[in-house]
Structure formats: C-alpha cells, structure tokens
C-alpha cells in the first residue's frame, strides 16, 4: 500500500480548521474524532499527520503564535529605535489585537514552555528593539515580561461580559451600587487595560530614570 501524501497543504488545513473549532466552541469541543467530522474525513487520516492530540494542540499554539507576532512585527515597522513606550505599547496593542481574534484558545497560549520557534524569534525581535533603547539585556527581559502579563490579562478579561450586577445584589453594597450606575452611564469605564498599560509604561519610566542615574533609586 503507497504511502499517504503528507502534504503541507493538507497539514495546514488540518490547524486551520482545529483553531476554527476552538474559536466557535472552546478549546474542549477539540477531539480528534470531532475534528475529523468537521474536515469530512476518518479520524485515523489525522494520525497520518499529528502523531496525537497533544502534537496538534502544539501546532495550533504555534498557528496562533505566528500570527501574534506577525502582528506585532507590523505595529513596530514603523516606530524609531530608541522610542521605547510606543514599542511597549506596539508589542501590547499587536497582540492583544490577534489574540483578541482567538479568546478561546488564551489558555493554551498561556500554557506550556515558550519552545516555538515563532514564539522566540519574537522574543528576539522585542529583547532586539529593547536592549536598543540601552537597556541591559536582563532588565529589558524583565520588562518585556511585564508587557506580556499585562497583554495576557487584558485578553483574558475581554471576552469577560461586562461587570453588571443585579440592583438586589448590591442594595447593602453602596459603592459597587454607586460603581454600577457610573458604569451604566460610561461602560468605557469598566476596561482597566488602558489605565494599565499607562501604569506600567510610567513605572517603568521610573525604573529607567533609577538604571541611568545611579543615584536614584527605582520603586521595589
């Protein structure tokens, strides 16, 4: 018997069709037989590609990632070197925008060592961009980190619904029943990401102050 044809091609639809199912219905509606169903095909033939779950769950990781960071590589084409708030703020605003296409799949983002090779080269590219605006290489990973739980969060919380508590829920709670009404009045009230990503981009304007003049020392 010939051997199947592992085409790339095939592969990719594979994934593409894995992270469609996720993003409708959850990363527990994924099962190899499920997803066979869905491509119209034997759950065997999806062997012929990912040796198990796990191998197809790495892929999708590395799918989305890919996207992540093409996103972000677009937000910071444009930004000078040297200029690190916007490069802080382009890493947050290309990732959260790509991951806020897939806010079912944050968990398995989440998850696991950063092995992938798309997640690295963007690791680069920010340790690159950082370490540029004269920072050493450690307090720029430190740094970079920072962004990237605050990105993690705010994806997190955006496909929360919004905070709206019953009025017989909060009749013994006078200031989340007086928050509950200024929320009624400016929803855009209830998104902390901006107000975050301002805290952080400004605490670590202090970190950077204390780093070049040595005398001065940085918040612990």
Known sequence: MPRPNHS???????????????????????????????????????????ADKNSLLEAVRDRIATEIWTGVETRLADIESGDWERILRGYVDGALSAMARHPRAIGLMALGAA???STL???????????????PLGLAWQIFLSAENLMLSAALEAGQPEFAPPPEQTAELPL?????GELAADPSLDDGYETGLDALIAGIGVTLGAYRNPGTRAPH
Do not use: K, N
């Open 115 to 117: 092995t992938r090779q």
């Open 176 to 180: 989340l029943r007086a928050l509950a």
């Open 121 to 135: 080269r963007g690791y680069e590219t920010m340790l690159g961009r950082l370490t540029e605006c004269g920072w």
């Open 8 to 50: 790339e091609r095939t592969r990719s639809q594979i994934v593409e069709a894995a992270v469609a199912l996720i993003d409708a219905e959850g990363l527990e509606a994924l099962s190899t037989r499920r997803l066979a169903a869905e491509l119209g095909v034997r759950g065997p033939t999806l062997y012929h590609y990912f």
